[in-house]
């Protein structure tokens, strides 16, 4: 044989997918959201995307190519997905260097120090997100909306629901009162201003998810398991006192809920890889988000939650294993 | 405000004071007796846990050696007869001196005299390789070039050298600990006395193909002539398989093997003079006319 | 009809079959043929004759070689050359018995009429001894003897034979078309291996993307009527055709962790096997032909073929009867492109077990650089097996022999779906068949350890 033929191992074929591919998968899924919220929020929004996205990049693509002296990973697009989920928690009105330093916090400490793509221990994007948080309280809570390409119809400016309602409580009214007050009602499933790009609108959100659960990309399990120990408690306590407990639909569709648990919580990285313990870190989630919105001084927990739960996918993985072919 | 300190200053205290009990009472309970020279041994090992004593690590080695009678049968090749000694000296016992090894890698195929007959794709492992076919070259003993004594070595003494697609060790750094011989599937690195001052003489092939087969594979392939052994006045090569060996015992260095080893397969090291062939050959060529004249007369 | 399939895993790769409506033709004779010794599982054969001695087609030219081990046919008439090593598929020396073809004169014994013989015979230890002396071999890929097979240990009793028309690898057609071209013979193959079974059912399976097949080896079963034997469509995935998985699809029983089959009453065989059983009871005649593929991605019509070949033909002669390696292959590959061999020597002869020569093209068949794992849990929703291969490849490569035993890596089939699932290109079962071979030699270690104890107290 003249020409050198390829040897290798079976399999010699294999399947049409690469993490280049579901990092595709995912920004794609990622779109309706995005541009439910560009419209809302108009150039500045478009600019912390575009900033978040590109800081990203640029600094997986430094410190890959000079300090980790390693072939460059910005190709599978993880920093992209990393940059958009990070824009999509932030609020529009945001300084755009903060933006930056979140996106450093996310690719520089939160992600490469561990070893890249598929080695960290808690979510980039997330972890980018509460280091903000904490460091620069107001700008971060800062939820004046941008003049967007399109008016919002309930324009409650200022503050979150979430964080209004808070409020509203510590201030001795209750939520009936100030629902009425305010006029919240289902309607925010679709459109719920004073929110950062991620929290907008829920509609969106599931879209995208419903798309990368007909490519497979993710599964259900997770967010399911969120969603449901959210509303759970949230039908508990609000059963108990619906004057200082919100109900079960404000809460799943408000705030961090939906991007946590659709597109957070569902990182391959960071979340359990069986069934079951994906099953008991969205539980976890789910408790730790609800006990920080009713009892914590925050008005949000899902990003503190996702953190909290990334740190015990070692222990679940090791705890839960696949049941095996002819191994009762 | 005052009582609060108090408080805690009192609850911390008895705290710190029962849980120091505690321990106490555990490391009391389950304490396990062990003979403190173990300790010992274990302070003179090199502290590697390379396993190439045959032991797990530094430890076991040290528990075994407490235990035995006599310690023929144990030997750190990375601290050598100086901790050995040491380790002797310890436990009250006597060891011989062994002479340093290194490893030495018993292929020259490059890139260059073995050319690639088809596209190696899998992974990059030599075990793996070694499982899968008998190679990307024609030859089906030489090194794989995955490199999986590279990764064994813990002392950073072989590297890969990409332009020859081969291993290197450096000897300095080579401790003889075996790990790399035990990775190597292809079974080419073999541990040899170091010679004096670094000067030795091995066979760098180990293919058991017959002459044509083997070098139609590889120039540098050793094809199983024999004439090193004819040359040979100390006794000391032997050809099996087709492939000959060099028995460190028996070497007296003189380098005649080298000179008239047809394909090169003949490796000396650290000489500090150049062979010259020409030079080598003629005497050996004076030496077998003497002989004839000697049988003759 | 119900469809039925494995419970756990699996994988489902474009089925690819080009060669699918190429009808089986029959391969010319070469000059020389290569016969090689260890064609099956188990001890090499051990040559009978020696060269210079003149073979007629059919004739015994090897003994097994121990009790897993069968008989071996001159599959041409001619003069035997030589008897010597010879290197196989990997490049690893082989004994092949060397015969130069004259002619084509068969072993009169062999019944050579395509008359279709119906009548079972009432005799097990016969039919038995037919296949035995046939050199019968499981044809679908572990090529395990079939007599053995067919002799369930004592104790064991078979409650269903497993007929197994799956051909779920891609590319491959050879099993397609010989349900298609000769499903009686099939049929009443299966009913010989029935008989020597004592009578179970037996269920024929045949994946759903072939239903010329289906409805031929249906129409065959109704026509001959022999008692309990019924076709049975499977869902299309791969591994459909392993063993385990098979047995999972149409009994509902999995086998043990290092256990046989016939543990839960199950004897499978290839539809292959059954053809040769045939064969080998009702004509007499030896394994020393078999249907092979020719195939690949990217390949004009001319280029595929499915061929009724000898036994010991070289694959290069064959690749030149069939227009000679197309300029697009970038690998060969011997068996189905999931769980085949790359091809490093096309010297190398044909065997028993040989089901395809696949062309396959640079951009489909190239590994692309292994990354991080960004652990999705594809591979481990791929395992038929139920593994964990992300954790077997990392157990392996930190050298933890007693945790990969815990996590099963000795279980492996070996498949390859993990592999051909991963996003990242991490060669994880080239690692965790290294990490299998190990586990199963400290279990061997072990098991022959016990025996000894066991043998020191008596």
């Not at chain 2, 070595?153 to 890969?160: E, K, T």
């Not at chain 3, 045949?206 to 031929?216: D, F, G, S, W």
Request: glycine share 8%.
């Amino acid at each position: 044989m003249d020409k050198k033929y390829i040897v290798s191992p079976n399999p010699h074929i294999h399947a049409n997918v690469s993490t280049t591919s579901i990092m595709r998968d995912v920004i794609i899924a990622l779109c309706p959201a995005l541009v439910v919220s560009i419209l809302a929020y108009g150039w500045a929004e478009l600019l912390v995307v575009a900033v978040s996205v590109l800081s990203c990049v640029l600094l997986e693509w430094a410190v890959t190519r000079w300090l980790m002296k390693r072939p460059s990973t910005v190709g599978d697009l993880s920093a992209v997905v990393t940059g958009l989920l990070l824009a999509m928690n932030l609020p529009s009105a945001i300084p755009l260097w903060i933006v930056f330093i979140g996106a450093f916090v996310a690719i520089c400490v939160a992600k490469l120090p561990f070893g890249g793509i598929g080695q960290n221990v808690f979510n980039p994007a997330i972890t980018g997100r509460v280091f903000l948080l904490i460091s620069f309280p107001a700008q971060m809570t800062d939820w004046n909306p941008t003049p967007g390409f399109i008016p919002l119809p309930d324009a409650v400016s200022g503050a979150t629901p979430l964080s209004v309602i808070k409020e509203a409580i510590k201030s001795g009214s209750t939520i009936p009162e100030f629902m009425s007050a305010h006029n919240y009602d289902l309607a925010s499933f679709l459109w719920d201003a004073g929110a950062s790009a991620g929290e907008l609108s829920a509609g969106a959100l599931l879209i995208g998810f419903i798309y990368l659960l007909i490519r497979r990309v993710v599964k259900p399990w997770i967010p399911v398991s969120v969603l449901g120990t959210m509303a759970l408690i949230a039908f508990i306590f609000h059963g108990i006192n619906p004057d200082i407990y919100t109900g079960v639909s404000f809460n799943l569709m408000t705030g961090g809920a939906m991007l946590g648990a659709l597109f957070m919580a569902t990182d391959y990285v960071t979340s359990p890889m069986n069934t079951w313990g994906g099953v008991v870190y969205g539980i976890g989630i789910g408790f730790i988000a609800m006990m920080i919105r009713y009892f914590g001084s925050y008005p949000e927990g899902m990003s503190f939650a996702i953190l909290l739960m990334n740190c015990t996918v070692p222990l679940l993985n090791m705890w839960f294993h696949q049941k095996k072919y002819g191994r009762a | 405000m005052t009582q609060t300190i108090i408080w805690t200053v009192a609850i911390l205290s008895v705290l710190g004071l029962l849980l120091a009990l505690i321990l106490f009472w555990v490391a009391r309970k389950f304490r396990v007796e062990e003979d403190p020279r173990i300790d010992e041994v274990e302070k003179v090992m090199p502290g590697a846990n390379c396993g190439g004593c045959g032991f797990a690590g530094c430890r076991a080695f040290a528990d075994a050696a407490v235990k035995a009678s006599n310690l023929d049968s144990q030997y750190c090749p990375v601290g050598g007869d100086e901790v050995m000694q040491k380790v002797a000296s310890i436990l009250g016992l006597t060891v011989a001196a062994k002479a340093p090894q290194v490893a030495v890698v018993r292929c020259n195929g490059s890139c260059e005299a073995r050319p690639r007959i088809n596209d190696y794709d899998g992974a990059q492992s030599c075990r793996v390789k070694a499982a899968l076919y008998s190679g990307d070259t024609g030859c089906a003993f030489g090194c794989l070039g995955c490199g999986d004594c590279a990764a064994a070595c813990q002392f950073g003494a072989l590297s890969m050298d990409p332009s020859t697609g081969l291993p290197v060790v450096d000897q300095d750094k080579c401790t003889a600990c075996g790990a790399c011989a035990k990775a190597c599937p292809r079974h080419i690195i073999e541990l040899r006395p170091k010679g004096p001052r670094g000067m030795r003489m091995y066979v760098s092939c180990v293919n058991k193909d017959k002459g044509p087969a083997a070098k139609k594979a590889c120039a540098n392939a050793c094809i199983g002539c024999g004439l090193c052994a004819r040359t040979c006045t100390h006794d000391a090569i032997t050809v099996t398989d087709n492939v000959a060996w060099i028995d460190p015992a028996k070497c007296k260095l003189c380098r005649e093997c080298e000179a008239v080893c047809p394909t090169g397969a003949i490796h000396g090291v650290n000489f500090p003079k150049e062979l010259d062939k020409e030079a080598v050959k003629k005497r050996i060529a004076d030496r077998k006319a003497k002989e004839k004249e000697v049988v003759h007369g | 009809m119900d469809k039925v399939t494995f419970s756990m895993g699996g994988v489902h790769p474009h089925d690819s079959k080009y060669a699918r409506d190429c009808a089986i033709e029959e391969l010319p004779l070469p000059q020389t043929v290569y016969v090689s010794m260890a064609q099956h599982l188990g001890a090499p054969a051990k040559p009978v004759v020696a060269p210079g001695d003149k073979v007629l087609v059919g004739q015994v030219i090897a003994e097994p070689g121990g009790f897993i081990s069968a008989f071996v046919h001159s599959p041409v008439s001619g003069t035997v050359k030589a008897i010597a090593p010879r290197k196989d598929l990997a490049g690893n020396p082989v004994t092949h018995v060397e015969i130069s073809v004259e002619g084509d004169e068969w072993d009169p014994v062999i019944e050579r009429s395509k008359s279709l013989k119906t009548s079972i015979p009432d005799d097990k230890a016969f039919i038995l001894d037919r296949i035995k002396a046939a050199g019968v071999v499981g044809l679908g890929g572990a090529t395990f003897p079939t007599h053995v097979k067919l002799s369930p240990p004592p104790g064991k009793v078979a409650e269903c034979l497993i007929i197994n028309g799956a051909e779920c690898e891609p590319f491959l057609t050879s099993d397609y078309r010989i349900m298609v071209e000769r499903p009686k013979e099939i049929v009443i193959g299966a009913a010989l291996m029935q008989k020597v079974l004592g009578g179970c059912p037996c269920v024929i399976g045949i994946e759903e993307n072939k239903p010329e097949a289906i409805q031929a080896m249906d129409a065959a079963v109704s026509l001959l009527g022999y008692p309990g034997i019924r076709v049975q469509v499977l869902k299309k995935r791969y591994p459909q055709g392993g063993e385990k998985q098979l047995i999972d699809a149409v009994m509902h029983r999995q086998v043990k962790s290092g256990g046989l089959p016939i543990d839960v009453g199950a004897v499978v065989q290839n539809v292959a096997t059954s053809l040769a059983v045939y064969e080998a009871v009702q004509k007499n005649k030896p394994l020393i032909t078999n249907v092979l593929t020719i195939t690949g991605d990217q390949l004009p019509v001319s280029f595929r073929h499915n061929y009724l070949f000898r036994i010991g033909v070289p694959l290069s002669f064959i690749v030149e009867q069939a227009g000679g390696i197309p300029d697009s292959a970038a690998k060969l590959v011997s068996g189905g492109p999931m769980m085949g061999r790359a091809i490093s020597n096309l010297d190398a002869t044909t065997v028993k077990g040989s089901s395809s020569v696949l062309y396959l093209s640079e951009p489909v068949t190239r590994r692309r650089p292994e990354t991080n794992c960004i652990r999705c849990g594809r591979c481990a929703d791929a395992c038929p097996m139920g593994l964990e291969p992300f954790l077997l490849n990392r157990l392996y490569r930190a050298g933890d022999l007693d945790a990969l035993e815990r996590n099963a890596a000795q279980d492996c089939i070996e498949c390859g779906c993990c592999l051909y699932s991963c996003p990242a290109y991490i060669p994880l079962l080239d690692y965790i068949r290294q990490a299998k071979g190990q586990v199963t030699g400290v279990l061997r270690a072990r098991a022959v350890a016990a025996k000894a104890a066991a043998e020191a107290k008596k």
